[in-house]
C-alpha cells in the first residue's frame, strides 16, 4: 500500500488492522522463532505508525498489549499500558471492569491491588469514581 502509484493510502485503521492480524496469528504458528517474528512485526508497524504522524487510538493498544500478554512479554505490555495513558489514550470498557470487579469481589475472590488501582483510576478518569461504594473499598483493602 505505500508502494508508489497505489490509490489507497494508509491511515490508522490500517495500521491498527495490520498490527492486530500479526499478534492473533502468531500463535498459531508451532515455531517460537515466527511468534517473536510476527510479534517484532506488530511492534514495528506500531512505531511506523507513529512516524507517520497518526496517532494510535484504544484498539492499536489493545491489540499489541493482547500480543504481549498471550507471549508473557508482561513487561513489555505494562509499558504500552503507560504509554498509553501518557498519551491521554482512555482505557476502553471501564463500566463492564467495574461489574467484573464486583462480581470478584461477591464471590468471595479478593482482587490484586494493581487490577484494583487500575480500575479505581479508569472511573475516575470517567468522573465515575462514586460508582464503587465505601463498602467495597473497605472489603477490597482490608
Known amino acids: 500500500m505505500e508502494l508508489p502509484g497505489f ?3 494508509s491511515d490508522k485503521y ?3 488492522i495490520m498490527i492486530g492480524s500479526y499478534c492473533k496469528h ?6 517460537r522463532k515466527a511468534i517473536r517474528r510476527r510479534l517484532w512485526e506488530a511492534n514495528h508497524l506500531f512505531r511506523m505508525m507513529l512516524f507517520m504522524g497518526f ?3 484504544i484498539m492499536a493498544y489493545n491489540c499489541l498489549i493482547d500480543g504481549c500478554c498471550t507471549t508473557y512479554k508482561i513487561g513489555k505490555a505494562l509499558e504500552l499500558f503507560e504509554d498509553m495513558n501518557k498519551r491521554s489514550c482512555e482505557p476502553g470498557r471501564a463500566m463492564e471492569a467495574k461489574d467484573f470487579l464486583t462480581d470478584l469481589v461477591d464471590g468471595g475472590s479478593i ?3 494493581y487490577m ?5 483510576d479508569a472511573l475516575d478518569t470517567l468522573g465515575e469514581s462514586n ?3 465505601d463498602e467495597m473499598h473497605m472489603s477490597i483493602e482490608s
Not at 502468531?26 to 515455531?31: D, I, K, V
Not at 484494583?116 to 479505581?120: P, W
Open 111 to 113: 482482587p490484586r491491588e
Open 55 to 57: 496517532a494510535p487510538d
Open 14 to 16: 490500517t495500521y491498527t
Open 7 to 9: 490509490r489507497c493510502p
Open 131 to 133: 460508582l464503587l461504594d
Open 26 to 31: 502468531s500463535l498459531q504458528t508451532g515455531s
Open 116 to 120: 484494583y488501582k487500575l480500575v479505581c
